[in-house]
């Protein structure tokens, strides 16, 4: 059975469901989920990502991680972690750039965060000099320090998308028509986690509601706050999202949300003050939010860029032309992703992040 049939035989059985239990299904379905069954990433794959764009991105990552370190005096031992670490191409590149700092590695307890077993099979590939281990969720880790990377890991988690209505909201849900699935709306209740967006919205706008991610966030700002440490979360997305951002993508192009469920990549846009309101809750983390292209030129990829392309010459200095590019432009990356910093009060912020 397809995991379409699945979900009409649940539909037809107990109703519509919401856009997050659709999206749980297709993304980590045991056995039909698009993270759970394959290594989707790459050229090959359906996207790629800024890590496996250039080795570039992951070392910039691991240094302001490391300089965070020196800057809150070198707490030891602590948790480096990774949510959602794809092939692990980027804490490869972090720990390599990082070995530079003396300490830092051998302080470092490695943790991933990771939910397929694909992609944990990477992992342990790409870092097994580093001993790492596998978590379930940031809850699962000791109380120690906590050093964080996300890179398009939020985007991923199952989000929850409401219609406004006069009063109050009108869930978006999936049901069916005849065998085919549709997009529905159920009936309007009041949703308190939304009550501040009754402000900036009208009767007919869509806004979207992360419920897991604001769970990781808060997690992450607590131990931050408490234990000392960071956190950089980098990804799409805006301060404030509103419309519906939900897309599908499979072989680098666009296709239907509801076309070929567990065959696509399915995301959404991440919304950055719910995630800092989330990681600041009482007693929580300090945040700061900077667009990529910026973090990293503040970081010093040029310079980067051009110690590599002096190093390799010939054609692969093109390559390192281009991703720079790829990575930093306002028309690429550069604008549309972010990176979010949290910090505990009173520490100096990850460099690179805006005042
Ligand atoms: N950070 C990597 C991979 C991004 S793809 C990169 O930049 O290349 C999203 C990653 O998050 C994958 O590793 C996926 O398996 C993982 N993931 C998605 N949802 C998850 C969840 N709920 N729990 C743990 N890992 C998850």
Redesign the pocket.
């Known amino acids: 059975m397809s995991l379409k049939d699945l979900l009409a035989a649940r539909i037809r059985q107990s109703g519509p469901i919401s856009v997050a239990d659709y999206m749980a299904d297709c993304?980590?379905h045991p056995e039909h989920g698009y993270?759970a069954t394959r290594d989707p990433?790459g050229v090959a794959g359906d996207f790629t990502?800024?890590?496996?764009i250039s080795q570039m991105f992951g070392e910039l990552i691991g240094l302001a991680l490391a300089q965070t370190w020196l800057d809150q005096d070198r707490l030891a031992p602590f948790s480096l972690a990774e949510?959602?670490?794809?092939?692990g191409?980027?804490m490869a590149d972090a720990l390599r750039a990082a070995a530079r700092v003396p300490g830092f590695a051998e302080a470092a307890r490695l943790v991933l965060?990771?939910?397929?077993p694909v992609?944990r099979a990477a992992q342990a590939t790409a870092l097994e000099s580093h001993s790492p281990v596998w978590a379930n969720s940031l809850g699962d880790l000791p109380d120690r320090p906590l050093f964080l990377i996300a890179?398009?890991?939020f985007d991923?988690?199952p989000l929850r998308q409401f219609e406004r209505g006069d009063t109050g909201w009108r869930e978006r849900r999936i049901g069916l028509d005849g065998d085919s699935l549709i997009f529905g709306l159920g009936g309007e209740t009041e949703v308190p986690a939304l009550t501040h967006r009754l402000e900036d919205t009208r009767p007919g706008d869509l806004v979207e509601l992360c419920p897991?991610g604001l769970a990781i966030a808060a997690e992450a700002g607590r131990r931050i706050a408490r234990q000392g440490g960071a956190a950089l979360i980098i990804d799409y997305g805006d301060w404030r999202s509103l419309g519906d951002t939900l897309q599908a993508v499979q072989g680098h192009k666009p296709v239907g949300v509801l076309d070929d469920p567990g065959e696509a990549d399915l995301t959404a846009h991440v919304d950055f003050e719910a995630l800092a309101l989330a990681a600041a809750e009482p007693g929580g983390a300090y945040s700061r939010l900077t667009p990529q292209g910026v973090f990293l030129e503040r970081l010093g990829i040029t310079q980067r860029a051009q110690a590599l392309a002096a190093a390799h010459g010939g054609s692969s200095q093109a390559e390192v032309a281009a991703a720079h590019r790829r990575l930093t432009h306002p028309a690429e990356m550069g604008n549309l992703f972010k990176v979010l910093g949290l910090f505990p009060q009173g520490a100096a912020p990850p460099p690179g992040l805006n005042t």
């Open positions: 993304l980590m993270y990433l990502t800024a890590p496996e949510l959602g670490p794809g092939r191409t980027l965060v990771e939910a397929s992609l890179n398009e890991f991923a988690l897991a």
